[in-house]
């Protein structure tokens, strides 16, 4: 290690790094993941600050508090003369060796540009190819084309979604569709509470029922309409959570007693009574296809790779990252969630142009200052490259981090996201106090100071708006750290690789979404916390010994509230009835559907054909009896 001149002068002498006017040894030199510290000038080491005269408010400010002060100023504007690190690679004959080699066989520039030319076709040629293969299959024999689905997609909708009796949602059966799944659907859960009879589920996949046989086969494998298509796929083992796949589900129409089964990483839930809509998948369209994000990724890591070894010009590497890995996330890795591919490539391109010009800023100010010069390749590929990809496939490696949103609601209610949260703030925190201290040595601390000033300023105003929400995204986080990581070290190597990724990951597959959003954007699918109907005691007649099917009967005071004009009434997650003031309708009669079956009961009041909450659920069950519902919204 040791000083030079010239950053890019590897031939040139040694120097020793100080950080006060006391002389120490080349043994004792300061380096900082691997880096070396080299002359920032031609200064002396001395630290000298040029003569101020004192300010007349100095005089009433006591001694003690100048000397610290004036001591913390000192420390804070960093060594004099400042020092600039520089990689100094390991093995740096077996590093440069890519590089001698394009020399040899390539030595002139227009060689060099005809080869990266080529390069590039190849590049896109290789993934356009394996892209179509995955992104359009051929039809199922009897079937048809498979409908692009998405993870979330299901064939019944929440509360009245499906109207009276679900009129909106037929057939219920004797209807089949050929379907395609994308991969890693395993990974989507519900983040609201979710009812399902009496239970209110919650961050877990949205998977009622499966195999009702011993044997647990896909023959018996039957799920309420109301659940993830693909969700259910995987658990019956139908299409593999890594390649997606095609097939065929079948409705079945009404079926009951939907058990929770534990199946290919998915726990399904239970559900004990009837639904008038479900579905099955037929065996003899085993799938036909498959997402192939996986062979995409080991092209798109071959080509990455190989421009990491042989590129030492910023500015290509850079552009050349960073176009590649934003198409593959857009179009492969987690693209939007569409079923039309076309619009995918349509919102992607839509994407591409304004984070261009966010990355450009980026490269100008922080990525070339820390490239330039730097001839580390192995070093440059494994450090900035692999955290590139480490941040763009967030949706594999940082997915698995218990915290869906940076909400207070999501953060109390998901288990596990405190500690996860402790932990994430932990890290940052020891992460910005070491990247400061590099920065204090290369005298930027006190700009850097200002500049994060300034954006812990504005968070705090934007905080202090009314009625909205200050939510950090992942590309946003990226774009406020990244300039603490532009210097040329082997940490900053890292974390502005992986911010860089999941800059790239947060706009390609979700966006430029605002930093501000309203409570209803957040809220989703999550309780209104509206008003909830007061319903009296039901009258029950269990009919025992008459040969007559029992009855419930609700009553509900009128008039409603202001605003309302109705009240909805769902039975078994279905709604059942709308009992209208203007007609005078207060009471809703219920015969019972099945005799051995409990059947649950939730009501909410409604304006025009809109609901608000939902009750939770009141039992009626198969003994008669009447379990009242408890108390706050329902979903």
């Keep these: 290690m040791g000083p030079q001149e010239d950053p890019d002068d590897e031939g040139a002498p040694p120097q020793i790094y100080r950080d006060d006017a006391t002389s120490v040894s080349d043994e004792d030199a300061v380096t900082f993941g691997g880096a070396v510290l080299i002359h920032g000038s031609e200064a002396s080491d001395e630290e000298y600050y040029p003569h101020r005269d004192p300010s007349p408010i100095i005089k009433y400010i006591p001694s003690r508090i100048q000397r610290i002060s004036s001591a913390v100023v000192r420390w804070v504007k960093g060594p004099q003369p400042p020092r600039l690190w520089k990689i100094k690679p390991f093995l740096p004959h077996v590093q440069s060796a890519p590089l001698q080699v394009l020399h040899n066989y390539f030595p002139k520039r227009k060689h060099k540009v005809l080869l990266l030319t080529f390069f590039y076709m190849c590049w896109i040629l290789a993934f356009g190819l394996v892209l179509h293969k995955s992104a359009f299959s051929s039809d199922i024999p009897g079937h048809g084309s498979p409908v692009r689905i998405r993870c979330t997609d299901r064939f019944w909708s929440d509360g009245n979604g499906c109207g009276l009796n679900g009129q909106f949602c037929r057939p219920f059966d004797n209807s089949s569709m050929a379907f395609r799944c994308p991969a890693n659907c395993r990974r989507v859960q519900i983040t609201n509470p979710h009812a399902v009879g009496d239970q209110e589920v919650n ?249 994060y000033g300034i954006f812990v300023a504005s968070l705090l105003i934007l905080v202090a708006v009314p009625k909205m929400n200050l939510r950090i995204h992942h590309y946003i986080l990226a774009l406020l750290l990244v300039p603490g990581t532009s210097m040329q070290n082997r940490p900053s190597l890292l974390f502005q690789g992986i911010l860089i990724g999941l800059f790239i990951n947060g706009i390609a597959r979700w966006g430029f979404d605002s930093i501000l959003q309203t409570p209803d954007e957040l809220r989703g699918d999550a309780p209104l916390n509206s008003l909830l109907p007061l319903i009296l005691p039901p009258i029950i007649n269990n009919n025992f010994g008459l040969g007559l099917m029992a009855n419930i009967t609700f009553e509900w005071p009128i008039p409603l509230p202001r605003h309302y004009d109705a009240v909805s009434v769902l039975v078994n997650d279905v709604e059942r009835f709308r009992g209208y003031q203007d007609a005078g309708q207060n009471s809703f009669t219920w015969v019972r559907h099945v005799s051995n079956l409990p059947e649950y009961f939730r009501f909410a009041f409604m304006s025009g054909g809109d609901t608000v909450d939902y009750t939770k659920a009141g039992v009626w069950s198969v003994d008669g009896g009447w379990t009242e519902m408890g108390s706050g919204p329902g979903v």
């Design 203 to 451: 961050y877990r996949p949205l998977v009622i029922g499966g195999p009702t046989g011993l044997d647990n086969s896909l023959h018996n494998g039957i799920y309420r309409a109301d659940s993830f298509i693909c969700g259910a796929a995987i658990h019956a083992g139908f299409v593999s959570n890594e390649q997606g796949g095609c097939g065929v589900v079948s409705l079945v129409g009404e079926k009951s007693k939907f058990p929770s089964v534990n199946k290919n990483h998915i726990t399904s839930i239970a559900f004990d009574s009837y639904f008038p809509k479900s579905f099955t998948f037929l065996t003899s369209t085993a799938p036909k296809c498959r997402d192939l994000r996986w062979p995409l990724l080991a092209v798109s890591l071959t080509f990455t790779v190989l421009l990491s070894l042989f590129t030492t010009s910023p500015a290509v590497f850079f552009a050349s990252i960073y176009v590649g890995v934003f198409f593959h996330v857009a179009l492969a890795s987690d693209p939007p969630n569409l079923t039309d591919y076309y619009a995918i490539i349509s919102i992607a391109l839509g994407r591409f142009l304004p984070a261009s010009f966010c990355m450009f800023v980026v490269y100008k100010y922080c990525v070339r200052r820390q490239l330039l010069g730097l001839h580390a390749q192995i070093e440059k590929t494994v450090l900035w490259l692999g955290g590139c990809w480490v941040g763009a496939l967030n949706n594999y490696t940082f997915d698995k981090i218990p915290i869906e949103r940076l909400t207070p609601h999501d953060i109390q209610q998901q288990p596990g996201a405190v500690p996860a949260l402790i932990i994430i703030v932990l890290s940052l925190f020891s992460i910005a106090v070491g990247q400061a201290w590099c920065l204090r040595v290369e005298g930027r601390l006190p700009r850097f100071l200002a500049i």
